[in-house]
């Protein structure tokens, strides 16, 4: 919907707005790589991420490339909860997991030979054992016993063995299908750029239970590396590996899978470059431009997308620019390195492929420069409208 009110302020000045609809593995990411590749989708029931609420989430099937395409954010997403039910610490990806296993076993001629599954957006912290689960690993106690309960953020501690003949037979299950998980992030499992301190505030974690994931989430690390002994770089530490609550380290350990960037990924299905080529300026943006959205995410890939030539503009809900000499205020904040016509404007790094020192100036258009944020949640159309009129226009103008 934002592109077609983007479209529709800009059109009658002469500009031809060529969208493209987005995603950097979370929410989206299912229904752009069904626009683009215009498969057929599957609805299955799973559980949802808290207390094992059955909700219905999809598949989709292209047959041509035999590829299975899927979303966390449906089964395991923060969205399927109020905002009082977001806990880190009870929810569980043992429905991402039955969604997978549901790939595996899906009706279709000729059979996947491929699953990507799209992991933004999720309400949990469980480094992937609760998806595990649902594809058969077992986990035991200190007991020896198994754990039969859907493990959550709060339970890892719990996990004092797994299984290895189960472990087995879910490789087994995915020989022949390879696993592609598309990640937004590079964020490693621990630490203080790790998975829990990053982003299990945004899903509804306290200060105290931040400690408490993260040492549930440390307990677990070294059976997580074990299950790659002997391959390479250990789980915990690849980029990625803390992206969803750690399922991509879960999800490499016992099903070895793949981690792509989920946004590098669509941008090139869609060919943003080519479309970009001779482009007036490319509009890009997400709900909050912060530091993360430079961290693999749909603002950055659409920078690295962009041919070196063409301009690129952020529309955002609200932004962390703070001027140059303020004191950062919030952890994810981002120095405002210059104006563009009035509008701060940020430097973003370009990707490995372009030369050293082509970083874009990018001007922020947020809706909360000109509007409390109460109203850009509430009714934010009639405020992009005003926003693309009276600032963006504008600064098209000038270029």
């Known amino acids: 919907r934002v592109c077609g009110v983007v479209s529709e302020e800009l059109s009658p000045h002469g500009y031809t707005c060529d969208q493209a609809?987005?995603?950097?593995?979370?929410?989206?990411?299912?229904?752009?790589?069904?626009?683009?590749?215009?498969?057929?989708?599957?609805?299955?029931?799973?559980?949802?991420?808290?207390?094992?609420?059955?909700?219905?989430?999809?598949?989709?099937?292209?047959?041509?490339?035999?590829t299975c395409f899927v979303e966390m954010a449906q089964a395991s997403g923060l969205e399927l909860l109020s905002v009082s039910d977001r806990d880190p610490e009870a929810t569980s990806t043992y429905g991402t997991g039955e969604l997978l296993s549901a790939c595996l076993s899906?009706?279709?001629?000729?059979?996947?030979?491929?699953?990507?599954?799209?992991?933004?957006?999720?309400?949990?912290?469980?480094?992937?054992?609760?998806?595990?689960?649902?594809?058969?690993?077992?986990?035991?106690?200190?007991?020896?016993?198994?754990?039969?309960?859907?493990?959550?953020?709060?339970?890892?501690?719990?996990?004092?063995?797994v299984d290895s003949a189960s472990v087995q037979r879910v490789r087994d299950a995915f020989r022949g299908v390879s696993l592609m998980v598309a990640c937004d992030v590079d964020n490693v499992l621990l630490g203080s750029s790790g998975s829990v301190y990053v982003y299990a505030p945004q899903k509804g974690a306290s200060p105290d239970a931040l400690v408490r994931l993260e040492a549930g989430m440390a307990h677990v690390a070294p059976m997580l590396d074990r299950q790659t002994e002997g391959e390479g770089e250990r789980v915990s530490m690849m980029p990625g590996a803390g992206a969803a609550g750690g399922i991509a380290a879960g999800l490499s350990a016992f099903c070895q899978a793949e981690l792509v960037t989920g946004s590098a990924l669509v941008c090139r299905a869609l060919s943003i470059r080519d479309r970009a080529e001779g482009a007036v300026c490319v509009l890009t943006g997400e709900g909050r431009f912060d530091k993360q959205s430079l961290m693999g995410k749909v603002v950055s890939a659409v920078v690295d997308a962009t041919p070196v030539d063409v301009p690129v503009g952020i529309i955002c809900g609200t932004s962390l620019l703070h001027k140059e000499g303020e004191t950062e205020t919030h952890p994810l904040s981002l120095p405002c390195t210059?104006?563009?016509?009035?509008?701060?404007?940020?430097?973003?790094?370009?990707?490995?492929?372009?030369?050293?020192?082509?970083?874009?100036?990018?001007?922020?258009?947020?809706?909360?420069?000109?509007?409390?944020?109460?109203?850009?949640?509430?009714?934010?159309?009639?405020?992009l409208r005003s926003t693309v009129r009276d600032r963006v226009l504008p600064y098209l103008n000038s270029l």
């Open 106 to 161: 899906l009706d279709v001629t000729p059979p996947p030979l491929s699953i990507m599954l799209g992991i933004g957006g999720s309400a949990t912290c469980d480094a992937g054992l609760g998806c595990a689960q649902a594809l058969g690993v077992v986990f035991t106690d200190r007991e020896g016993a198994p754990i039969t309960a859907p493990l959550t953020g709060g339970t890892l501690s719990s996990v004092h063995g």
């Open 338 to 383: 210059s104006t563009v016509s009035g509008v701060r404007a940020v430097s973003i790094p370009r990707g490995a492929d372009t030369t050293k020192g082509e970083d874009k100036t990018v001007p922020v258009f947020a809706l909360t420069d000109t509007h409390p944020i109460d109203l850009c949640l509430s009714d934010p159309e009639p405020i």
């Open 21 to 66: 609809v987005l995603s950097d593995g979370g929410e989206g990411f299912l229904s752009a790589m069904t626009a683009i590749t215009q498969c057929s989708t599957h609805t299955v029931t799973v559980q949802g991420p808290l207390n094992g609420v059955p909700v219905e989430a999809q598949i989709g099937y292209d047959s041509r490339t035999r």
